[in-house]
């Protein structure tokens, strides 16, 4: 049992640092619009450690003038909270905000065994809850199963381009010579140094990116599923960050890294819960054919050249692709679209995204950073024009560091579009 006056002080902290934000002057998120207000169920914030998620909370709550109270759990004083703590966190809170206050933010709660529990609890007495948490399968999972039907998930990631761009101040809208360079500026170090907010402006990156990674790895990996073999799983992180956009070999896994196919395939698997990989499936009306030879991808690109001994070969096309599978997850989340890759055989020609409403193509997008020369411009689109008989799919779209324009190419047309004027879209 942790002293109450010890919850107290804690919580009484929180209230003041609170007191001092400024939400106007915080950038834009997307994710924003997501939120249900006035509403019994709990609203579910969940992504990467140090994303924003309860920045988006605070924001979307004070701009809104909604009175709440506000609990941070990834505090060194409530690091040993139980479940018999909770009511007395509960007390705490009315102590301090009030017994009517009628919203309540539980930040990175997840590591309290049985909260799920307490939260079902506190719906049942009319409290409007906001959650917040690092881990995907036990927030979906959990509350799947003991909140059915009584909760919205709102996935947040790092800064999209959009965001960066807004945070820095650049713009987006001006035709002048200047403004045109100062964004492709922008978006050559957004796709090398990425989105995350706190990271902005900071001088020594590889510092803050090594410590994110160890946080993820030590505290939502390893701490929840009891990760013996850290080292291993250290390994196999660096190793999908620097083979970032590629298919997952598992075979190739477990002889790298001297363990068991079934680990390799269980310590991806955390990885992508605690959010660090994000998994593509490959499109097919099979199911045991979408399981195999998923493709990884980073949740951020600032993570792939700022760690030690980084000695990923530098490629744009790969770090682009990187960034549009992010987008596609933002943008598809708003519209309740699911995104896949296409490729049929291990010889044939690859689409990166296989945009689907349910089990239809809505969008075939295919990425690459240049199709100057005529090789690049012919592989890149024939993989489209291929893919779209296959799946009765004319909505053609090639993202390039290109100008925009209109292409016929065996009586299709593809919808070739300058990546920063694709990224900025809102």
């Known amino acids: 049992m942790i002293d109450e006056k010890i919850i107290l002080q804690a919580l009484a902290e929180q209230q003041e640092e609170i007191r001092g934000y400024k939400p106007q002057k915080w950038v ?7 939120f249900e207000f006035d509403t019994k169920m709990a609203q579910v914030v969940i992504g990467v450690r140090r994303s924003g998620k309860s920045t988006l909370c605070h924001k979307v709550l004070l701009e809104r003038g909604i009175r709440y109270g506000y609990v941070n759990f990834d505090d060194d004083r409530l690091a040993d909270m139980q479940v018999s703590d909770l009511n007395t966190v509960l007390s705490c809170v009315y102590q301090l905000y009030g017994t009517d206050v009628p919203y309540l933010v539980l930040d990175e709660i997840q590591d309290v065994d049985g909260w799920y529990l307490f939260v079902n609890r506190l719906l049942r007495t009319d409290l409007h809850i906001f959650v917040t948490g690092s881990n995907a399968k ?38 002048t010579t200047k403004a045109d ?13 990425g989105g995350f907010p706190e990271m902005q402006g900071l001088h020594n990156k590889r510092a803050y990116v090594q410590s994110l990674i160890e946080a993820i790895l030590r505290k939502d990996i390893q701490k929840r ?27 190739e896994l477990s002889e790298l890294l001297g363990i068991a196919d079934k680990t390799a395939k269980k310590y991806v698997d955390y990885l992508s819960q605690a959010f660090l ?28 050249g700022n760690r030690e001994n980084a000695l990923a070969p530098e490629n744009l096309g790969w770090r682009l692709e990187n960034v549009v599978y992010l987008e596609l997850l933002r943008r598809c989340a708003h519209d309740c679209l699911d995104v896949y890759y296409h490729k049929p055989d291990s010889r044939a020609k690859e689409v990166d995204f296989v945009v689907c409403d349910k089990n239809k193509a809505v969008e ?18 024939s993989s489209l024009v291929k893919t779209s008989n296959t799946l009765s799919c004319n909505h053609l779209t090639l993202i390039a560091f290109s100008p925009t324009r209109d292409v016929e190419v065996e009586g299709k047309t593809i919808h070739i579009v300058s990546a920063l004027e694709w990224l900025l879209r809102v």
């Open 364 to 381: 075939l997008i295919q990425v690459a950073y240049e199709i100057d020369s005529q090789r690049a411009y012919d592989r890149e689109t």
């Open 28 to 34: 834009s998120r997307k994710e924003e619009s997501l």
């Open 138 to 175: 036990l927030l979906s999972g959990e509350l799947a199963t003991h909140l059915t039907g009584r909760y919205n998930e709102i996935r947040l990631y790092p800064f999209s381009f959009s965001e960066y761009c807004q945070y820095h101040h650049i713009d987006t809208q001006g035709i």
């Open 277 to 304: 990989i994000q998994l593509l499936t490959k499109h097919s009306f099979k199911s045991k054919e979408r399981i195999r030879n998923q493709k990884a991808y980073i949740v951020d690109t600032g993570l792939e």
């Open 181 to 193: 360079a100062e964004r492709k500026r922008a978006f050559m170090d957004y796709i090398h140094d």
């Open 225 to 251: 599923f009891s990760i013996r073999n850290i080292e291993a799983l250290r390994k196999l992180a660096h190793h999908l960050i620097n083979n970032a956009c590629q298919e997952v070999n598992y075979e």
